[in-house]
Structures are given as structure tokens and as C-alpha cells.
């Protein structure tokens, strides 16, 4: 089936300092791939979808400056935390979604973010 | 537009139990249905699906029926396990788009 792997899986950041989250589908060309964030207990809040080689598309109150979202290639999607504060500490979440897929999603194990 | 409605938790349950989350969904057209399972500090995996009306989704002894009459693809197990405490999601997808909508996810915990 396919994979998607995310890196790191977990971080510990100063606050101010950027971190950057790597999302790969390591089995299958992805044109298309999903940032979300979970908090505690809670459902998944898409942040943005991402597409190779353009610009991603933020969901509304979601701050682009802040989620730098870049999408190289058809294997790899990045997404940076600038300026991190503890507010941002979060469990970030990728997907990917095969052409064909109507709807179904591909997860990464998902990185757990701190910034303290 | 798209909505997912599931049973709020957490569900507790013993060990053998049946289990019977419930999920229904509001959609224009004809969706597929997902149930998603994640496990402590993971990230979501597919449980099952169906793509249309009265398909059957069934996966690890969890089974889902699409009920097109009803909007619902209610999850059921009929003998539950420790090691299926998780969360679950429900979540629908909409022919030609990639976003599938998820429901706020219920959370499952077996005691031995």
C-alpha cells in the first residue's frame, strides 16, 4: 500500500527559532498533499493543501507567512513553522492523495511539535 | 456543503464487547465513506471504505454499511480488543476532490 513518511516525528524549538517538517510519499507520485493540525483530543484542522510546483492553498485563518508550505517535487512536501511560539506546539499531520482516490488519504505518522 | 456527524466519546467498553459507533453525513452527490483509525501518538490509517450505496467495508473485524437511505455508515465490531483503543474517525469524499471532511473522531477505550 501506499506510504507516507514524515520527519522528523518529533521536535522539541525555542521559541523564534523555525523548524521545518518533511512529508514524503515514498511508494507513489503525489501531486497533491495535506497539511493539518491536531490539538489534544481533538478532530484534524486542515491547514493547507499543497501542490507540486505551485503555490499552496491555505485554509481560511491559517497564517501563510507563518506555514511556509513548499512543494518541490512530486515526492517531497515541506512545511516550515516560522517564528515559532508555544501556541504553535501542535501534532502536525500529512496526507496524500493518489489521482484516482476520490477522498482517500494516505496519513504520515505525524510529527509532534514543541516549542517551548 | 459537506458534513460528518459522529458519536462523541470517549466509549468505554470491556474486552468482547460489541462495539457500534455511529456516523452519519451530509453530502451532495454520491461520497465515498471512510473510517480512519489513529492510535496513540500515530497518525491516521485507513480502516475501511465503501464507494457506494450499500457496499460493505470491512477490515479487522470492523464492518461498515454505506446507507445511502439513512446517510450513515454506522462502525461495528463485534468482539472488541484492548488493542483496538484508538480514535475513530469517520469521513467522506466527494467525487473529484481530494479533501475528504472528517468527523470530530470518537475515541475508543477497551478495558481487559
Known amino acids: 500500500g501506499a506510504v507516507v513518511s514524515q520527519h522528523p516525528s518529533w521536535v522539541i524549538c525555542k521559541s523564534g527559532t523555525s523548524v521545518k517538517i518533511e512529508c514524503r510519499s515514498l511508494?507513489?507520485?503525489?501531486?497533491?498533499m495535506f497539511w493539518y493540525r491536531q490539538f489534544p483530543k481533538q478532530s484534524l484542522m486542515l491547514m493547507a493543501t499543497?501542490?507540486?510546483?505551485?503555490?499552496?492553498?491555505?485554509e481560511q485563518g491559517v497564517e501563510k507567512d507563518k506555514f511556509l508550505i513548499n512543494h518541490a517535487s512530486l515526492t517531497l512536501s515541506t512545511l516550515t513553522v516560522t517564528s515559532a511560539h508555544p501556541e504553535d506546539s501542535s501534532f502536525y499531520i500529512c496526507?496524500?492523495?493518489?489521482?484516482?482516490?476520490?477522498?482517500?488519504?494516505?496519513f504520515g505518522p505525524g510529527t509532534r511539535l514543541t516549542v517551548t | 456543503g459537506n458534513s460528518v456527524t459522529q458519536m462523541e466519546g470517549p466509549v468505554t467498553l470491556s474486552e468482547e464487547a460489541f462495539l457500534t459507533i455511529n456516523c452519519t453525513y451530509t453530502?451532495?452527490?454520491?461520497?465515498?465513506l471512510f473510517w480512519y483509525v489513529q492510535y496513540p501518538g500515530e497518525g491516521l490509517q485507513l480502516l475501511l471504505k465503501?464507494?457506494?450505496?450499500?457496499d460493505k467495508g470491512s477490515n479487522k473485524g470492523f464492518e461498515a454499511t454505506y446507507r445511502k437511505e439513512t446517510t450513515s455508515f454506522h462502525l461495528e465490531k463485534g468482539s472488541v480488543q484492548v488493542s483496538d483503543s484508538a480514535v475513530y474517525f469517520c469521513a467522506l469524499g466527494s467525487g473529484g476532490s481530494y479533501i475528504p471532511t472528517f468527523g470530530r473522531g470518537t475515541s475508543l477505550i477497551v478495558h481487559p
Open positions: 465503501a464507494t457506494k450505496a450499500d
Open positions: 496526507s496524500a492523495g493518489e489521482a484516482s482516490g476520490r477522498g482517500e488519504q494516505y
Open positions: 453530502a451532495t452527490g454520491y461520497p465515498s
Open positions: 499543497s501542490n507540486e510546483g505551485s503555490k499552496a492553498t491555505y
Open positions: 511508494d507513489f507520485q503525489a501531486t497533491t
